[in-house]
């Protein structure tokens, strides 16, 4: 093969990379968000919002070591070194079963992993191309990722389960929880600040700055970090959230910075509803009421017959229709109701948990807002290799005309941006579908649950990804999400129909990736060709 031929394969496998990025963040990025949304600290708008941020730079700059194993940790390259068009066709295959499950399953609300989506389909290529053998089954491999599967939900719902215990039973149950919950919240930014720098920190850029810092220069920076975020909640958090929660005041998000030089700001008083009665009722006999009634009747009559006479005259160019409509498809997913309050299913599952103080819950809700940046910032850095891993694959070879058997090429920047591009569209167009399936559809999350469930799924995620292990984001949450569940004491505060749902869809995921890829490498690979 020459540099620069198969063209097409190249041209589709970054269709392909888009869609399969689309599906990701319809499907895997909702898991992120779902909590905060469920538990009333961020609306949908705010956190598709953050989301387009958070989840872009952490793909852009922390996107390449996970990318690195899916290219070239489950497939034997070696097999492919006498005809490099077909590991470029054997991953758009990949790409093309992956992207097709995940998008489909995001319609329906079915929460999948887009790693087994994207495993599953490399591997069915592989196997439609040269067997089994040509799948890496061993630890080196799929195995790992296998392991991590099952490692991943559980270790995220044990690091959960010792972050939420403690603030259950110290503060939460405690008569004057909103006290504690006080004295405790700078120590939780504390914790929070830490995790966060130190693995942003260590892990970001890579090949510049960080790589020339010692662990023990990151630790330190990522102590001061959090100590200027503890200053920050106890100068200017505390007495904002006092003012507000026990001042009743009226105080906005953008009053926090200058929260000592603000002056006292009363709640406005509700409106009083107007209750005086039209003076057309007030006098005048019964007949005249109903002929006033008949004329206004009429009136409105006429009014409808000309809004449909203007209607079938519609003079809007057609160019502002489309940007209407292109508008439509861009906020319709922000405006929906996900929280599933108010699902007569769900009723039986959200009474059985435990409540608490409501203005205690709402000092985490502050708290939750930074797990959730940091939860998407960890889902950029290790889902985008889902995305970008085969086109930069089919990249590489297109370029050099050759298969690169050690897999360390550099991830060009413009994929990871492709990729991560892709991933907010989905969140922003096809995310509420599984955003009402997880959350409050698994158990009833709070401030304090949500809060658990993202910093412990946000550890073990950040830290799959610095050991380049492709753990589902997935796997994580919803393990977090159930463990909260369980510390209920209640088997019935968790929704078993949904898990139940949720592991099917997980079970279905593998065979329909993999079928899906692998028969249409076979029939691409095996289509005759026109001799010349």
Not at 172 to 192: H, M, N, Q, W
Not at 424 to 445: D, Q
């Amino acid at each position: 093969m020459l540099p620069h031929e198969y063209t097409w394969i190249f041209a589709l496998g970054i269709v392909g990379s888009i869609c399969d990025a689309y599906g990701l963040g319809a499907n895997d990025v909702s898991n992120s968000f779902a909590s905060s949304i469920s538990s009333g600290s961020l609306t949908m708008m705010q956190a598709c919002i953050i989301a387009s941020f958070t989840e872009f730079l952490g793909a852009f700059l922390l996107g390449s070591e996970t990318t690195e194993t899916i290219k070239s940790g489950i497939l034997d390259a070696e097999l492919f070194v006498m005809q490099p068009e077909l590991l470029m066709l054997a991953m758009l295959c990949a790409l093309i079963g992956s992207a097709t499950w995940v998008i489909f399953a995001s319609k329906t609300g079915l929460a999948v992993s887009s790693t087994h989506a994207l495993v599953a389909g490399i591997s069915g290529a592989g196997i439609a191309a040269f067997g089994g053998g040509a799948v890496k089954w061993g630890y080196d491999g799929m195995a790992k990722i296998i392991t991590s599967w099952f490692v991943s939900p559980i270790v995220a719902g044990v690091i959960t389960t010792i972050i939420y215990l403690p603030t259950r039973y110290f503060i939460l149950e405690s008569p004057d929880s909103f006290k504690r919950g006080i004295r405790a919240i700078p120590v939780y930014f504390f914790c929070t600040a830490l995790i966060g720098s130190f693995y942003i920190i260590y892990k970001a850029v890579p090949s510049d700055k960080s790589s020339n810092l010692s662990t023990g220069a990151i630790v330190g920076i990522s102590f001061g970090v959090a100590g200027a975020l503890t200053a920050f909640a106890w100068f200017f958090f505390v007495p904002w959230i006092k003012r507000r929660i026990v001042g009743k005041e009226n105080l906005r998000w953008y009053h926090l910075p200058a929260v000592h030089f603000v002056k006292h700001r009363p709640m406005p008083s509700p409106t009083e509803p107007d209750t005086d009665t039209p003076r057309e009722l007030e006098s005048g006999s019964i007949a005249e009421i109903q002929d006033k009634a008949d004329v206004a009747s009429r009136k409105c009559d006429d009014l409808d017959a000309d809004a449909t006479a203007d209607s079938e005259i519609d003079t809007t160019p057609w160019y502002i229709k489309g940007l209407r409509y292109i508008k439509y498809l861009a906020l319709r997913g922000m405006k929906q109701d996900v929280k599933n309050l108010d699902n007569k299913k769900l009723s039986n599952v959200h009474n059985a948990a435990k409540k608490f103080d409501d203005e205690t819950e709402h000092l985490f809700s502050f708290l939750q807002i930074l797990t959730a940046c940091l939860a998407s910032f960890a889902h950029g850095s290790n889902d985008v290799s889902n995305a970008a891993g085969p086109v930069s694959a089919i990249y590489d070879t297109w370029k050099h005309g050759r298969v690169d058997v050690s897999g360390n090429s550099p991830v060009p920047k413009w994929i990871l941006a492709m990729a991560g591009g892709g991933i907010v569209l989905g969140l922003l167009t096809l995310g509420y579908h599984v955003m009402r399936r997880v959350g409050n559809g698994i158990t009833y999350l709070t401030p304090s649950r949500g809060f658990s469930v993202e910093l412990g799924a946000s550890l073990t995620v950040l830290t799959a990804s610095q050991l380049g292990l492709p753990v589902s984001t997935t796997l994580c949450l919803v393990g977090a999400t159930v463990s909260v569940g369980l510390c209920n004491g209640n088997l019935r505060a968790i929704s078993w129909r949904n898990i139940g749902i949720i592991f099917m869809s997980w079970m279905l995921t593998l065979p329909i990736s993999g079928l899906l890829a692998g028969l249409i490498f076979a029939f691409g690979s095996n289509t005759p060709n026109k001799m010349i």
